[in-house]
């Protein structure tokens, strides 16, 4: 289980990185963040192909659900933060469940 952990730790600095990025984009700056989105959503849905364990987890399909709305939606900053900061604690959970 050591590749899911290391993936989700990944997955966690990525989705942290949204919320700055998302700063940055209402502030005016050009950091292409739907692209990042998008890119981020072929890595969460891609690890389903070679992990069991994370494609049966309901908060890794509540994970990818949300990112998979993020990446069709434009939501205000607040609502952005709100979905941000529950994948972070969702992420968080299954990193704490993963035995290494």
Same mark, same amino acid.
């Given at each position: 289980? $050591?590749?899911?952990? +290391?993936?989700?730790?990944? =997955?966690?600095?990525?989705?942290?990185?949204?919320?700055? #990025? *998302?700063?940055? %984009?209402?502030?005016?700056?050009?950091?292409?963040?739907? $692209?990042?989105?998008? +890119?981020?959503?072929?890595? =969460?849905?891609?690890?389903?192909?070679?992990?069991?364990? #994370? *494609?049966?987890? %309901?908060?890794?399909?509540?994970?990818?659900?949300?990112?998979?709305?993020?990446?069709?939606?434009?939501?205000?900053?607040?609502?952005?933060?709100?979905?941000?900061?529950?994948?972070?604690?969702?992420?968080?959970?299954?990193?704490?469940?993963?035995?290494?």
């Amino acid at each position: 289980m $050591d590749r899911e952990k +290391n993936f989700i730790k990944h =997955i966690t600095n990525e989705v942290y990185k949204m919320l700055v #990025l *998302k700063e940055r %984009e209402d502030c005016g700056e050009n950091v292409y963040l739907e $692209d990042y989105i998008n +890119n981020l959503f072929i890595e =969460i849905d891609g690890a389903c192909i070679w992990s069991d364990w #994370l *494609k049966r987890h %309901e908060d890794y399909v509540v994970v990818t659900s949300i990112i998979a709305h993020l990446s069709k939606n434009n939501l205000e900053y607040k609502q952005y933060r709100r979905e941000i900061f529950k994948m972070l604690n969702l992420l968080n959970k299954i990193d704490a469940e993963i035995e290494v």
